[in-house]
């Protein structure tokens, strides 16, 4: 299930203050880290620069059906569909009603309500009612619970188009990812999604190691 680390978010590096105050402040997207945390909701959006990368990885591959799991306050969200061709739609899985509901009101603000679908529960279930659906995405972004990080590439490998986009966040733990006196179960489970993201022979990929640690794989065409 879908269950956000209640932490805030990673502390940047020199470098990271850097590039981010060589853009000026995104009033949208800040309105919406506001009002995800005077909700009660952990600030654990994904960091600025990343969202600017989520948006240009959209757009420049043409999509017009994304997904994304774990949806948060809505932020990644509206990256997503700033980027979406025009009459695209985006899929948003959250456990939590509370969560999915802010995240609502939060996109619906920023002007993408019609673009924007919720559904609520379990995302493991619900990504395998869009296989039975046959349901077919272009772009999968993944931010959801650390445990379901190896099964949720695997959902997104069998709904993905020929050439889709997989993007999963925070692949490095805070450093418990390269830390190998960490042993929990969420480490292993990244530890294996990265290393899955790597070896795979279905995906050209690649793994920034900005911010948190990012993760952008596309799905081969097939030969």
């Known amino acids: ?20 105050g060589l853009y000026e402040q995104d009033s949208v997207l800040e309105r919406i880290r506001q009002a995800t945390t005077a909700a009660g909701m952990p600030d654990i959006a994904i960091a ?5 990368l989520l948006t240009m990885l959209v757009e420049m591959n043409g999509v017009s059906k994304a997904l994304e799991i774990g949806a948060l306050g809505g932020y990644s ?9 025009q009459g695209g739609s985006l899929t948003c899985l959250e456990l939590l009603p509370h969560y999915a509901e802010v995240a609502e009101r939060n996109v619906a603000e920023a002007g993408f309500a019609d673009m924007i679908q919720y559904i609520v529960g379990d995302a493991k279930l619900s990504l395998q009612q ?25 959902y997104a490998l069998q709904l993905a188009e020929p050439g889709a986009l997989i993007v999963a966040d925070n692949i490095l733990l805070r450093g418990r990812t390269v830390n190998e006196q960490k042993q929990g179960p969420a480490v292993q489970a990244v530890r294996s999604f990265n290393k899955q993201i790597a070896a795979d022979p279905r995906l050209q990929s690649t793994i920034l190691p900005g911010y948190d640690g990012l993760a952008i794989a596309r799905v081969k065409q097939q030969s």
Do not use: N, S, W
Request: charged content about 35%; proline content about 2%; some cysteine.
């Open 1 to 20: 299930m879908i269950d956000h680390a209640k932490e805030g978010r990673k502390a940047v590096t020199i470098e990271e203050q850097y590039i981010d």
């Open 48 to 52: 600025d620069g990343y969202g600017r």
């Open 77 to 85: 969200g509206v990256c997503i569909a700033r980027g979406l061709k």
């Open 130 to 154: 869009l296989v039975e659906r046959k349901e077919r995405y272009q772009f999968f972004f993944i931010d959801a619970d650390k445990e379901g990080y190896p099964l949720y590439l695997d």
